[in-house]
C-alpha cells in the first residue's frame, strides 16, 4: 500500500530556532499535500493544503510567515516552523493524496515537536 | 463545507462484547467517509472508507462500518471487542475535491 514518511520523527529545538520538517510520498505521486497539526488528547487541525508548484493555502489563524510550506515535487512537502516558540510544540501529521485515486488520502507517522 | 460529528469523548467495553463509535456527518454532495485509528504518539492509521457502493462496509482488523443516509451517520462497529482496540479512533468527510475534515476522536477502552 500507499505510504507517507516523515522526518524526523521527534525534534527537539531550542526557542528562536527554526525547524524543518520533511514529509514524503515514497511510492505514489501526490498532487496535493496537508498538514496537520494535533494537540495532546485533540483531534487533528488541518493547517494548509500544498499543491504541486503552487503557493500553500492556508486555514484561517494559521500564520503563514510562521509555517513555511513548500512543495517542490510530487513526492516531497516541508514545513518549516520559523522562529519557533513553546506554544508551538505539538505533534505534526502530513497527509498527501494520491494523484491517481483521488479520493485516497495518507497519513504520515506524524513528527513530535518540543521547543525548550 | 463539510464537517463530522464524534458524540462520544470515551466509550468503554468490555473484552468481548460489540463495540460501536458514532459518527455524524454534513456535506453538501456526496460523502467520501472514513475511519482511522490512532495510537499513542502514532500517526493515523486507516481502518475503512465508503465511497460509493454497499452501505456496509468492512474495514481492517474485524472493523466495519455502516453508512446510512437517512440519518447522515457512519458509525464504527466491532462484533466482538479486543483489550488491543483501545485506541483513539477518529471520523472524517470529504466532500468531492475538497479537503478531509474529521472529529474530534473518541477514546476506546477496552476492558479485560
Known amino acids: 500500500g500507499a505510504v507517507v514518511s516523515q522526518h524526523p520523527s521527534w525534534v527537539i529545538c531550542k526557542s528562536g530556532t527554526s525547524v524543518k520538517i520533511e514529509c514524503r510520498s515514497l511510492?505514489?505521486?501526490?498532487?496535493?499535500m496537508f498538514w496537520y497539526r494535533q494537540f495532546p488528547k485533540k483531534s487533528l487541525m488541518l493547517m494548509a493544503t500544498?499543491?504541486?508548484?503552487?503557493?500553500?493555502?492556508?486555514e484561517q489563524g494559521v500564520e503563514k510567515d510562521k509555517f513555511l510550506i513548500n512543495h517542490a515535487s510530487l513526492t516531497l512537502s516541508t514545513l518549516t516552523v520559523t522562529s519557533a516558540h513553546p506554544e508551538d510544540s505539538s505533534f505534526y501529521i502530513c497527509?498527501?493524496?494520491?494523484?491517481?485515486?483521488?479520493?485516497?488520502?495518507?497519513f504520515g507517522p506524524g513528527t513530535r515537536l518540543t521547543v525548550t | 463545507a463539510q464537517s463530522v460529528a464524534q458524540p462520544e469523548d470515551q466509550v468503554n467495553v468490555a473484552e468481548g462484547n460489540p463495540l460501536t463509535v458514532k459518527c455524524t456527518y454534513s456535506?453538501?454532495?456526496?460523502?467520501?467517509l472514513f475511519w482511522y485509528v490512532q495510537y499513542p504518539n502514532r500517526g493515523l492509521q486507516f481502518l475503512l472508507k465508503?465511497?460509493?457502493?454497499?452501505?456496509l462496509v468492512k474495514g481492517s482488523y474485524g472493523f466495519e462500518a455502516e453508512f446510512n443516509k437517512s440519518q447522515t451517520s457512519f458509525h464504527l462497529k466491532k462484533p466482538s471487542a479486543l483489550v488491543s482496540d483501545s485506541a483513539l479512533y477518529f471520523c472524517?468527510?470529504?466532500?468531492?475535491?475538497?479537503?478531509?475534515?474529521f472529529g474530534a476522536g473518541t477514546r476506546l477502552t477496552v476492558k479485560p
Open positions: 472524517a468527510v470529504r466532500d468531492q475535491g475538497d479537503d478531509m475534515r
Open positions: 497527509s498527501a493524496r494520491d494523484l491517481f485515486r483521488d479520493y485516497e488520502q495518507y
Open positions: 511510492d505514489f505521486q501526490a498532487t496535493t
Open positions: 500544498s499543491n504541486e508548484g503552487s503557493k500553500a493555502t492556508y
Open positions: 465508503y465511497i460509493t457502493g454497499d452501505n
Open positions: 456535506v453538501s454532495g456526496n460523502p467520501y
